[in-house]
């Protein structure tokens, strides 16, 4: 049984840098590109950043130069640090497994998914 579990989440100020973390089990790790997404209430889930199995990366344009995505193949464990928070950034963050070597940016190619973890940015 695959299980994605996110942590780190939490409330901080904006400006400052908080790093989420997934683990993921019941799954060959490194075979998987990875990615992380987020939702704000009434809003649909979106893209944030994405990293293959060799390390390549993608980002969104909301985000890029801002946060960095990171994996450890040895601990089956993928990041995310977050800087310069912003307002806009509050949501729930969840974390996403995708079969194939290359990076992906869409919802639908993720097959499987953590429960989220909540960030909140004060202005």
């Known amino acids: 049984q695959v299980q994605l579990v996110e942590s780190g989440g939490g409330l901080v100020e904006a400006g400052e840098t908080l790093t989420l973390s997934c683990v993921a089990s019941g799954l060959t790790f490194s075979y998987y590109a990875m990615g992380w997404f987020r939702q704000s209430p009434g809003l649909e889930r979106e893209f944030v950043a994405t990293?293959?199995?060799?390390?390549?990366?993608q980002y969104s344009d909301s985000v890029k130069g801002r946060f960095t995505i990171a994996r450890d193949n040895s601990k089956n464990t993928l990041y995310l640090q977050m800087s310069r928070l912003k307002f806009e950034d509050t949501a729930v963050y969840y974390c996403?497994?995708?079969?194939?070597?290359?990076?992906?940016?869409?919802?639908?190619?993720?097959?499987?998914w953590g429960q989220g973890t909540q960030v909140t940015v004060s202005s």
């Open positions: 990293i293959g199995w060799l390390g390549s990366t």
């Open positions: 996403a497994a995708a079969k194939g070597r290359y990076e992906k940016a869409i919802t639908s190619e993720y097959n499987y």
